[in-house]
């Protein structure tokens, strides 16, 4: 299949990573971008979550209520806009994690189902 | 003098030059010539009217970079923080009009606070024409954008239309919201550096094409550039006399016998080239794809190559991104397209799917597929499923597909093939392992070689390693007259 190789192949004194591709195994280095990266979870239905970091102006909902999906669940004031929430499911409350007030960042759990 | 010597003096501590120095060191020697010194700005809210800001802060004109004629604009700090205002742009949009009419490239020095937030409205029609003449004159003229101050919010888009963007170090800073918006709004604290200093945009975002560590390796950055490019899209580049590679980049010895072991592409490209001169473009974003352009017979082809070095050469979202507009840029200036494969697919994972890296890996197909320019590609040792289709295949018409002995043109990888085909024969036999490592040996003999696409004609020939220079010359030579039209259309509909 060719010449012995006279240079030293591309790792050499470097230390080379394996990356697995269909089944095949190869040395090689990695990118900043791919050892960094996040792995996958699937999210928990049952939590609720910010998609915008915003103020919360007013929550329409306490610990242990039963709550319909389609009503409104709380305010976020976010990008100079007042954002509705709605309940994404039906069924009762477990947590509120939020009050009138609260600053929160992108991704805060906001309510939590049973 | 510019905004004044106090002016001068705080940009000379920031480690800048000035604009009027930048514009000298760039062009050739006495070869500059100002137009429209003398405007003034005719704002009058805000007491505008009792401020002399010298040509409002920008400076235009023409001259030459190794004797051929270029148009130039460059913001000046001292005068306003750059501060596009109506006339500001005005000057900007005619030095840019001329360049398109007179068909010469143009470039552009950003050093600019942003928007003169007195002049309202009308700094937004300014970048409005900028930008639309950006545009038009795409693929018409190179242009190129130099990145030597802030460059922020509305005005960060003129650079990201041009062709090229140079950053340097501590200099350079491009963001759309800085970091003032984003710690009220969202609380999240970042230095202007790190948020889109030179570094995060040529390693990170990839909106840099080039990276320096001063203004100075930045202007013989641009000039080198300038060697390779044509002058317009109905010129061609500069023809130099022609150099054999150097004898210390040797073809035969570069890749290894395992294909499992990695090697740095450019030592191919390398002793491919005329004098062993590549010209490499976003060295450090997406590296597992090297792109750039190297002289063969004295002329400038671009060159797109997987690099086993870094991610085993897959194709990603950003490697894809990164080969695809290179494509369409050696496209629109008739440069000649060369393809070095040696891949083995795709990057597994769920980041990559839910990125969207189908359309992504897309508009590979698209841009090898809609260039007519000559395409030469040579598959050096891997080129699995649809990698193999990506980079340049003939299916996607290149001119001419060359392979070397130690090419392996498969669906799929030995191991990953043989696990699916013969999995019944593994798994019901005495000793699944050993069956299975029978079968990928036979999976390799069989498949892992360029004979089997060369019987189909996929390929042309199976060339030795160094016959590969004399070949693609040859191959360049007779492709220079292609001529093909593509069915009458507007225009396209590339994957977003």
């Known amino acids: 299949m060719g010449k012995k190789s006279k240079q030293e192949p591309g790792c050499g004194k470097i230390r080379c990573k394996t990356l697995i591709v269909q089944g095949d195994?190869?040395?090689?280095?990695?990118?900043?971008?791919?050892?960094?990266?996040?792995?996958?979870?699937?999210?928990?239905?049952?939590?609720?979550?910010?998609?915008?970091?915003?103020?919360?102006?007013?929550?329409?909902?306490?610990?242990?209520?039963?709550?319909?999906?389609?009503?409104?669940?709380?305010?976020?004031?976010?990008?100079?806009?007042?954002?509705?929430?709605?309940?994404?499911?039906?069924?009762?409350?477990?947590?509120?994690?939020?009050?009138?007030?609260?600053?929160?960042?992108?991704?805060y759990v906001l309510i939590e189902y049973e | 003098m510019?905004?004044?010597?106090?002016?001068?003096?705080?940009?000379?501590?920031?480690?800048?030059?000035?604009?009027?120095?930048?514009?000298?060191?760039?062009?050739?020697?006495?070869?500059?010539?100002?137009?429209?010194?003398?405007?003034?700005?005719e704002a009058r809210d805000f007491d505008m009217q009792k401020k002399i800001l010298h040509g409002d802060g920008v400076i235009i004109g023409t001259g030459t970079i190794d004797g051929k004629s270029v148009c130039i604009f460059a913001q000046d700090f001292t005068v306003a923080g750059g501060s596009l205002g109506l006339m500001h742009s005005r000057k900007i949009i005619k030095i840019m009009d001329h360049a398109l009419k007179m068909r010469v490239p143009l470039i552009g020095i950003n050093d600019s606070g942003g928007a003169r937030i007195q002049e309202g409205v009308n700094?937004?029609?300014?970048?409005?024409?900028?930008?639309?003449?950006?545009?038009?004159?795409?693929?018409?003229?190179?242009?190129?954008?130099?990145?030597?101050?802030?460059?922020?919010?509305?005005?960060?888009y003129s650079p990201a239309l041009t062709d090229f963007v140079f950053v340097v170090n501590n200099i350079s800073k491009m963001f759309i919201t800085g970091p003032e918006v984003i710690k009220t709004v969202l609380g999240e604290e970042i230095s202007m550096e790190d948020l889109g200093g030179?570094?995060?945009?040529?390693?990170?975002?990839?909106?840099?094409?080039?990276?320096?560590?001063?203004?100075?390796?930045?202007?013989?950055?641009?000039?080198?550039?300038?060697?390779?490019?044509?002058?317009?899209?109905?010129?061609?580049?500069?023809?130099?006399?022609?150099?054999?590679?150097?004898?210390?980049?040797?073809?035969?010895?570069?890749?290894?016998?395992?294909?499992r072991?990695?090697?740095?592409?450019?030592?191919?490209?390398?002793?491919?080239?005329?004098?062993?001169?590549?010209?490499?473009?976003?060295?450090?974003?997406?590296?597992?794809?090297?792109?750039?352009?190297?002289?063969?017979?004295?002329?400038?082809?671009?060159?797109?190559?997987?690099?086993p070095l870094i991610l085993a050469g897959v194709l990603d979202m950003d490697s894809s991104d990164k080969a695809s507009r290179f494509i369409r840029y050696c496209d629109s200036f008739n440069i000649p397209v060369i393809t070095l494969?040696?891949?083995?697919?795709?990057?597994?994972?769920?980041?990559?799917?839910?990125?969207?890296?189908?359309?992504?890996?897309?508009?590979?197909?698209?841009?090898?597929?809609?260039?007519?320019?000559?395409?030469?590609?040579?598959?050096?040792?891997?080129a699995y499923g649809g990698g193999y289709i990506a980079m340049g295949s003939r299916h996607l018409r290149a001119d001419f597909v060359f392979a070397w002995p130690t090419a392996e043109i498969a669906v799929m990888g030995p191991e990953g093939a043989a696990n699916i085909i013969f999995r019944k024969e593994i798994m019901s036999a005495e000793d699944p392992e050993k069956m299975r490592k029978e079968?990928?040996?036979?999976?390799?003999?069989?498949?892992?070689?360029?004979?089997?696409?060369?019987?189909?004609?996929?390929?042309?020939?199976?060339?030795?390693?160094?016959?590969?220079?004399?070949?693609?010359?040859?191959?360049?030579?007779?492709?220079?007259?292609?001529?093909?039209?593509?069915?009458?259309?507007?225009?396209g509909v590339p994957p977003s």
């Open chain 1, 25 to 107: 195994k190869y040395r090689t280095l990695y990118t900043n971008k791919f050892k960094n990266r996040k792995k996958w979870q699937k999210p928990d239905e049952r939590n609720v979550v910010s998609v915008l970091p915003g103020t919360v102006i007013k929550v329409f909902t306490e610990v242990d209520d039963f709550v319909t999906k389609g009503e409104t669940m709380l305010i976020l004031e976010a990008m100079k806009m007042r954002n509705t929430y709605y309940y994404p499911h039906s069924g009762k409350i477990k947590n509120v994690n939020v009050k009138t007030g609260d600053k929160i960042p992108k991704g």
């Open chain 2, 2 to 41: 510019g905004g004044g010597e106090k002016a001068i003096e705080k940009q000379i501590a920031l480690g800048k030059l000035t604009a009027r120095e930048r514009i000298l060191k760039l062009l050739d020697k006495n070869s500059f010539q100002e137009y429209d010194l003398f405007v003034e700005h």
């Open chain 2, 123 to 156: 700094s937004l029609a300014g970048y409005g024409e900028i930008f639309f003449r950006n545009t038009i004159s795409s693929g018409v003229i190179p242009q190129i954008s130099v990145i030597l101050g802030p460059c922020a919010g509305g005005a960060v």
């Open chain 2, 198 to 259: 030179a570094r995060i945009h040529s390693e990170i975002t990839g909106n840099a094409h080039f990276y320096a560590e001063s203004e100075n390796e930045c202007f013989e950055q641009i000039k080198k550039l300038m060697t390779f490019i044509p002058w317009s899209n109905q010129s061609r580049s500069m023809k130099l006399e022609s150099k054999p590679p150097r004898p210390e980049y040797d073809i035969e010895n570069i890749v290894p016998d395992d294909p």
């Open chain 2, 261 to 307: 072991q990695p090697y740095d592409i450019r030592n191919v490209i390398k002793s491919v080239v005329d004098d062993s001169e590549f010209f490499e473009i976003q060295e450090n974003w997406a590296n597992n794809m090297v792109i750039g352009f190297g002289r063969m017979n004295g002329e400038t082809c671009g060159f797109v190559c997987n690099q």
């Open chain 2, 341 to 382: 494969v040696d891949l083995p697919g795709y990057l597994p994972g769920v980041d990559q799917e839910h990125a969207g890296v189908i359309r992504h890996g897309a508009k590979m197909l698209y841009a090898y597929s809609e260039a007519t320019v000559p395409k030469m590609t040579v598959i050096l040792r891997k």
């Open chain 2, 439 to 491: 079968k990928v040996a036979e999976y390799k003999q069989k498949f892992a070689n360029p004979y089997v696409a060369a019987a189909r004609g996929y390929i042309d020939s199976v060339i030795e390693p160094s016959e590969t220079r004399v070949i693609l010359l040859h191959a360049i030579e007779i492709a220079k007259q292609k001529s093909i039209s593509l069915p009458a259309k507007k225009h």
